[in-house]
């Protein structure tokens, strides 16, 4: 996995395909580290192969801006639900988007 690790490896490997009452995973939105520290915010249904498609510069943000590692994942159960989050994370200011990495709850309210 590489440069997936802490809260967002547990994400994956507890992708037991299922969120609370038997509901499916289908979609992620993640938030990337980039090499020269700017942040990409995308949504997926495969989080390792779309790493690894933006290890390869598989997306015009990364072709410029190589990630360096992936610093926030949520699991949605519905295409939608994650496109409308994604949405509104591209929204956010950098500050906002490193809180909420972090978990950073109160700062996130504050900013």
Known sequence: MGAISGPCRRTLSERS????????????VYIL???????????????????????????????????????HVEPFTSRSQAEQRERQLKRWTRAKKRALAAGDFDLLKRL
């Open 33 to 71: 580290e980039c090499q020269d520290n700017w942040l990409y915010v995308g949504c997926t249904n495969h989080l390792l192969r779309r790493w690894a498609e933006h290890k390869q510069g598989g997306s015009r943000f990364t072709k410029t801006h190589p990630p360096k590692r992936v610093i």
């Open 17 to 28: 395909e299922s969120k609370g009452k038997g509901e499916k995973i289908v979609a992620y």
